[in-house]
């Protein structure tokens, strides 16, 4: 057998185990392989809209395009007209035959009645990415090549070549229009401009604004206002300027803000701080049986009551909570059965004492009952430190005993990249609790200052015993010693914390006596209890979230017409929202890690999907018209620099040198193909470290 032929069997055997894996893996994953198609579609389907742009225009402009192609290569399959029919090549790079000059290949066939040869030949390549139109004449890699058939693109006239360059940003504006129109026709949810609640220390934060609050004016805009009007304001708005709202407070009146945005929690964009608000109904999960064996909540559950109390918003269930001081809280939920009557559910879910997740700058900051700090214990444990555990309470870290969260984080900074000891209680297989002393190794996370050792804690309430005693607004410490167990409050016993608080509740305006227990040492301090509302700074919270849909409101026109002006409108925000990220990008007021590359839109296309079709759709036409603009910037390669060359041929009189034209494309290539690693590689990043 001839080394040609044994290369070919190799070849033929590989695509067929490839083949036969990928129908395996889709088979067996078919929802997931599912919404993959139609991210690749939809994404796919841009750009073929652009390059339909380029080949209508190019043929009506007597220029011969040579090949029309979806995806990238290398080949999958063309098809091009000939005198002796449909030729149709497969795979020629993978199966190339001898003696082949025109690249045909071994799997090459003719079918169909003879006829005129077209020009094209029309092409689906192996990458399912992107795409293009090649014309005679036109070479993306370098200058355009001298013909001197009348219809390569070089010599056909300037406008002609213009209308052709313009038309693939066209058909991409189009395309986001006329999606658009669709989504506004039948109705487009959209997460609603409520304030669902406000990060620590942010803009929004020391503006005032709390959980229930709407947005009803931004910069001007009152019409089919969403949330991410509220994110675009802050992220595009020039740096120290104000942002004027007006803003419907749960009271029904209305106040002016004005908000500068900022940095918040290291995101390399500006921001007010406002979180989306939340529905009362149960998400949509993958893994809801999960969800089900630690809560009893099912998919689209319906909280109607917490605590005894009704509620119509999610911010009453997180104000019910916070008062709750207790180890569970009831819920009711409405749950639709599967012969679809509704069912009212009882659901009991566990409380855990409230522990902040920003940096404390002081000890007073820290979440105190009348200055007393429980200790902390871990809850969650990553990847990384395998010597601890979930339930273990911390003792001690470092050289400090029964640290505070703030003690945590300093030793944590410390000791970046060192070996910190930790002893923890931790309780055995029999339920006793026993000494444990362990090793981890703090971390700097990834394009952060924050340094980590991988693990999430709250507040220890199970214990009745403080990390310390701190000093509050108006209130010394109290003399407990560290580490100390308050055995009783106002000749009350205790047995955890939530003791503590009780006992404080029920003698408000009076003083009461705090027995404590340290090392066999006894002792006592007598407090004065004037207003528990400011000399406690301790909240309740769901010890297990709720993964709870967001607050969605429907924006729909009545007519067609109104449909077409919302997209008009829509559209010309997308386009105006692309032009003034470059802007900031150039002054450096936002950081080009915030931006997505290839694999950063593939993943947010993939969730689009997994979200809803109308998602997927909203998605697609921001895509377009972003490409729109960003295929007219005026750089080599893409379609703008093509157009200024252009420009520059017009008012020279005659093209640049082939030379010039070298030089400008391979910069242009430069340049996009940094840009592209850069962003795959913060793409990659994000998906891998979050």
């Not at 055997?13 to 997931?32: K, P």
């Not at 045909?104 to 990415?129: C, H, M, S």
């Not at 920003?358 to 990384?384: F, H, M, W, Y």
Request: charged letters at 20%; proline letters at 5%; a negative charge.
């Amino acid at each position: 057998m001839s080394k040609y032929k044994t290369l070919i069997y190799m070849r033929m055997t590989l695509l067929v185990v490839i083949v036969l894996s990928l129908v395996v893996l889709i088979t067996r994953n078919a929802q997931t392989s599912w919404n993959i198609f139609l991210a690749v579609f939809g994404f796919s389907a841009v750009v073929f809209i652009h390059e339909c742009g380029h080949f209508f225009v190019a043929k009506a402009g007597g220029i011969k395009v040579e090949a029309f192609s979806v995806f990238i290569p290398p080949l999958l399959i063309g098809i091009r007209r000939t005198q002796e029919g449909f030729r149709v090549r497969i795979l020629p790079g993978l199966f190339p035959k001898p003696d082949d000059p025109d690249g045909n290949g071994l799997l090459t066939f003719t079918f169909g009645a003879k006829g005129k040869a077209g020009d094209t030949e029309y092409r689906i390549g192996l990458i399912p990415v992107a795409g293009y139109v090649k014309m005679l004449g036109q070479d993306d890699s370098g200058a355009d090549k001298q013909s001197a058939d009348p219809r390569s693109f070089g010599n056909r006239p300037i406008s002609v070549r213009m209308a052709v360059i313009v038309a693939g940003v066209t058909f991409n504006m189009i395309t986001a229009v006329i999606l658009m129109v669709i989504l506004y026709m039948v109705g487009l949810p959209m997460k609603a401009p409520v304030v669902g609640g406000v990060m620590a220390d942010s803009p929004a934060y020391h503006a005032g604004l709390q959980a229930g609050d709407r947005i009803v004016k931004i910069e001007g805009k009152t019409d089919h206002i969403e949330y991410g009007d509220i994110l675009i304001a802050a992220a595009l708005s020039d740096k120290g300027k104000s942002i004027d709202m007006t803003v419907l407070g749960r009271d029904h009146t209305e106040r002016q803000v004005s908000i500068v945005a900022g940095p918040v929690d290291g995101l390399p964009v500006r921001l007010f701080g406002i979180l989306p608000s939340s529905s009362l109904i149960v998400a949509d999960l993958k893994n809801a049986d999960v969800l089900y064996e630690r809560t009893g909540l099912k998919p689209g559950d319906r909280i109607v009551s917490v605590g005894g109390q009704p509620v119509t918003y999610y911010w009453e269930v997180e104000e019910i909570v916070s008062k709750t001081y207790q180890t569970t809280i009831a819920l009711q939920v409405e749950r639709r059965a599967e012969q679809g009557e509704v069912q009212t559910v009882d659901i009991s879910l566990p409380l855990a004492l409230n522990n902040s997740s920003t940096e404390i700058e002081k000890e007073s900051d820290l979440n105190q009952v009348c200055s007393l700090v429980p200790r902390l214990r871990i809850t969650q444990v990553g990847a990384g430190p395998k010597s601890l555990k979930s339930g273990d309470v911390v003792l001690r870290i470092g050289d400090v005993n029964s640290p505070t969260y703030k003690e945590m984080r300093d030793l944590t900074t410390a000791f970046d990249g060192q070996d910190l000891p930790i002893q923890v209680l931790r309780e055995d297989p029999n339920g006793v609790d026993q000494i444990e002393d362990v090793m981890v190794q703090p971390k700097r996370q990834s394009d952060s200052d924050r340094v980590v050792i991988g693990v999430a804690v709250e507040l220890d309430a199970a214990h009745p015993v403080i990390a310390k005693s701190v000093a509050t607004e108006g209130q010394p410490a109290l003399a407990i010693p560290r580490g100390a167990t308050i055995t009783r409050v106002a000749n009350a016993d205790i047995n955890d914390f939530y003791d503590i608080i009780h006992a404080f509740q029920a003698h408000v305006g009076q003083d009461v006596t705090i027995d404590w227990l340290f090392q066999g040492q006894a002792g006592s301090v007598t407090l004065s209890l004037t207003d528990l509302g400011k000399q406690m700074n301790m909240e309740s919270v769901l010890a297990q979230g709720i993964p709870l849909s967001d607050l969605e409101e429907i924006h729909k026109a009545d007519t067609l017409g109104e449909a077409c002006v919302m997209s008009l409108k829509k559209c010309y925000s997308f386009v105006l929202q692309t032009y003034v990220t470059l802007k900031q990008l150039l002054s450096r007021s936002v950081s080009l890690k915030a931006m997505s590359g290839p694999v950063g839109i593939a993943t947010v296309t993939y969730q689009a999907v997994e979200q809803s079709f109308s998602s997927f759709l909203y998605l697609l036409a921001f895509i377009s018209a972003n490409l729109a603009v960003v295929n007219f910037l005026p750089i080599p390669v893409v379609d703008g620099g093509v157009f200024v060359l252009l420009i520059v041929e017009k008012i020279k009189g005659g093209p640049l040198s082939v030379r010039m034209q070298e030089i400008i494309t391979y910069a242009g290539l430069a340049l996009i193909l940094s840009v592209f690693v850069y962003l795959t590689y913060h793409d990659i990043a994000r998906l891998v470290f979050g």
